[in-house]
């Protein structure tokens, strides 16, 4: 991981490095208590990987964490998704802006990352 961030209030761990122990020391600094689903991930994908002879597993676990912590990593970012969950879950509006904001957060930390990320919708009309 490069250096803490100078800004009080910007992210609570600069980005890791995109390989799995750098992943697991961002996830185990902002999110502890998610250290066992990466090791459970990480576990299944070498397996997998292995198994089928292609890195695909590998480089979907890498996927998969890199844009948790580019998410995480973010107070204000990490509480958006969970707070549009909770609105989609109550089913009280049609959850169309929601989801097209959740996977707006997704796509933008997967930029950050410098992963291949997916087309940014615009808010469902």
């Not at 185990?28 to 990466?38: D, E, H, K, N, S």
């Not at 676990?61 to 969970?82: D, N, S």
């Not at 796509?107 to 997916?118: I, K, P, S």
Request: aromatic content about 4%; glycine content about 6%.
């Amino acid at each position: 991981m490069s250096a803490p961030p100078e800004n009080p209030y910007g992210p609570l761990v600069p980005l890791p490095e995109l390989t799995p122990e750098g992943l697991r020391t961002a996830v185990a600094r902002i999110a502890p208590g998610q250290v066992p689903a990466l090791t459970q991930h990480l576990f299944e994908a070498a397996t997998n990987a292995q198994r089928i002879g292609s890195l695909a597993p590998l480089r979907t676990f890498v996927h998969a964490w890199a844009v948790f912590v580019a998410v995480q990593r973010h107070p204000e970012r990490a509480a958006r998704p969970r707070a549009l969950e909770d609105l989609v879950t109550a089913g009280e509006k049609d959850p169309g802006e929601a989801i097209a904001e959740i996977i707006r957060i997704r796509a933008t930390a997967e930029r950050e990352t410098g992963l291949c990320g997916v087309r940014v919708p615009r808010a469902v009309e």
